[in-house]
């Protein structure tokens, strides 16, 4: 059995999220195991307060990290650790490479990755079952008898404090209903329109709940325009790091979002969510987790168009958002409230 793992994940937000009960599953088979991960530094706060994990590795292989000399800075780190066992959940041809030149004794990766045949496991990657289930595949060569689909996130007292500061400044008491809404996505086709988003933050507004709009800084646009002129919906959107998320969504009594990385928040602390669905489906398996949820989409014979969704509609309708009405979504958050 091996002491010291390394998983790589530098793909996005909830990717990132994702890989969690990967942690959890090491844990709990072996305490003293030593574990660090290799994010991109935005997904650093997703593991930088678990106790669980020993070292993060930033790789900023856009940035700063971009090129032969970042490569190899990240190599010569990954040799500084002497890591004996590699996780990857992430497919791409450079994370194939920096496992192999690592020169790390254990790499397991997933069959379908780029360069596959440069990790020494190479697992099948299921179809038609959760994310959460097929990062943990990865860990069959090691022989672990118990398995965690646990996902763990923590916040820290600031990120508390922060979000119950806003809660006072809004005027939110303990005893108001708060409903995430989640209006955007890096992609554009993933984004229900922002007037049906309105329309329903607008609706559980005049029935008492307590609207907090969340975001990143590119998102305030898309937000500004759901809150309106309305004093009472609350617009976060790039005023929270991902920590502050955790906390308010672990304490929100319902999460409304498109297929992005909030939704996987929300199953981490089991909180009611409404997803909606266009060019992606839930068998991609980026469902939620949590016990009551309801999945909004309708039947297209154009769908899926994409893993990730795209800049526009290859048909031109974009009836996959557009056909999903506001009413579906109210009822339906009326029925998980």
Known sequence: MFGRYLIIQTAFLGDAILTEPIIETIKANQKDAFIGVIVIPANVEVFSLNPKVDVIIPYNKHGEDNGIAGFVKIIKTIKEYRFDCIISPHRSFRTALLSFLSGVQKRIGFKDAEASFLYTDRIKRPNNIHEVDKNLRLLEPLGFKKISREIRLYWSEES????????????????????????????????????????????????????????????????????????????????????????????????????????????????????????????FGFYPLSEKHKIIQIDLPCRPCGKHGSVSCSQKHFRCMRDIKPEMVINAALELL
Request: hydrophobic share 40%.
């Open 160 to 283: 508390k404090r922060f979000i119950e500061g806003i809660f006072e400044a809004n005027d939110i008491s303990s005893t108001d209903k708060v409903v995430v809404i989640s209006p955007s996505s890096v992609w554009p086709t993933k984004r229900w329109p922002k007037e049906y988003f309105k329309e329903t933050a607008k609706e559980l507004d005049s029935k008492g709940y307590r609207i907090i709009l969340i975001g990143t800084e590119k998102d305030k646009e898309i937000c500004d325009f759901v809150k309106g002129k309305n004093e009472r919906i609350v617009n976060l959107a790039g005023k929270t790091r991902i920590k502050d998320l955790f906390y308010l969504i672990a304490w929100a009594k319902l999460l409304i979002s498109n297929d992005s990385a909030p939704v996987h928040i929300a199953s981490a602390f089991n909180t009611p969510t409404i997803e909606i669905y266009g060019p992606t489906v839930p068998e």
